[in-house]
């Protein structure tokens, strides 16, 4: 059974930084391309950014978040990890891990998902 389980979500002041986890059990990880979806109250789930399966993980990252968000992971622990600075308030969301064995930022391409964890950004 697959399992994204995230963690580091909270309540940040704006101009902080976060750092989320995704730990993932019950797949092949270095097999699955990864990506990060967050979704505000009464929006739909919108893509922030993914990192590829294949050597030297290529990252794909949506323009409302390149250059404060980073992706990266690391196979030997199976996780997935987002940083995430200058944070704004526009940033409040519910944040979303996801698993694929294809690429891109449809959110239909994912069929893993995390529960997700609330991150707050107050002004």
């Known amino acids: 059974q697959v399992q994204l389980v995230e963690s580091g979500g909270g309540l940040v002041q704006a101009g902080g930084s976060l750092r989320l986890s995704c730990a993932a059990s019950?797949?092949?990880?270095?097999?699955?391309?990864m990506a990060w979806f967050r979704q505000a109250p009464a929006k739909e789930r919108e893509f922030l950014a993914a990192?590829?399966?294949?050597?030297?993980?290529?990252?794909d990252y949506a323009d409302s978040v390149k250059g404060r968000f980073t992706i990266s992971r690391d196979n030997a622990k199976n996780t997935v990890y987002l940083q995430m600075n200058s944070l704004k308030p526009e940033d409040t969301a519910v944040y979303y891990c996801?698993?694929?064995?294809?690429?891109?930022?449809?959110?239909?391409?994912?069929?893993?998902w995390g529960q997700g964890t609330q991150v707050t950004v107050s002004s």
């Open positions: 990192i590829s399966s294949w050597s030297g993980g290529t990252t």
């Open positions: 996801a698993a694929t064995t294809g690429w891109g930022p449809r959110s239909s391409l994912y069929n893993n």
């Open positions: 019950g797949l092949a990880f270095r097999s699955y391309s």
